[in-house]
């Protein structure tokens, strides 16, 4: 989820945090907490991550809300949110706002259990998307698989 950051990838946004695990390895590989930008909107999840990771900025909001918040220029938005287990409007808008915040070379990257990308190939093609397969994650129970996400 985390390969190609470190500390020159400029700012990121994290959509789902939960407890903090990938904002845990975000900031391992060098990114530093004030270009770390979170959207969650468990409230004790919010707590935690705030005192868990001091100089994070943890918006208690869901990820759609992000463009209203975050300028334009964003390198990387990572996201461990259970997007098969959304409706696709709602999918669709979360993946909408990440591109709304990316830069124009910036990668969305998305965390899922299922066997094929969260968005159908429609949607891939009307937001003008290209979608690379990444690393299966055996340890994961379920296993899960990552993808990136980028524009054309």
């Known amino acids: 989820m985390t390969l190609g950051l470190g500390p020159h990838s400029g700012r ?20 530093r907490p004030e270009d770390l930008t979170l959207f969650e909107l468990d409230e004790e999840f919010v707590e935690h991550l705030r005192e868990r990771f001091p100089g994070v900025t943890v918006h208690r909001l869901p990820a759609q809300e992000a463009p209203r918040l ?11 949110l259970p997007l098969l287990s959304m409706p696709s409007e709602v999918r669709e808008g979360i993946v909408d706002a990440a ?3 990316l830069a124009p070379r910036g990668r969305y990257v998305q965390f899922t259990y ?20 990444g690393h299966k ?14 524009r054309n």
């Open 99 to 101: 591109f709304r915040i």
């Open 12 to 31: 990121v946004v994290e959509f789902g945090p939960g407890t903090g695990r990938f904002t845990e390895a975000i900031l391992a590989r060098g990114v």
């Open 114 to 133: 299922g066997p094929r990308p969260p968005l159908s190939p429609e949607t891939i093609a009307s937001l003008g998307l290209t979608v690379d397969k």
């Open 70 to 80: 975050i300028e334009p220029g964003v390198s990387t938005v990572i996201s461990g």
């Open 137 to 150: 994650v055996w340890a994961n129970l379920p296993p899960a698989t990552v993808y990136r996400f980028h």
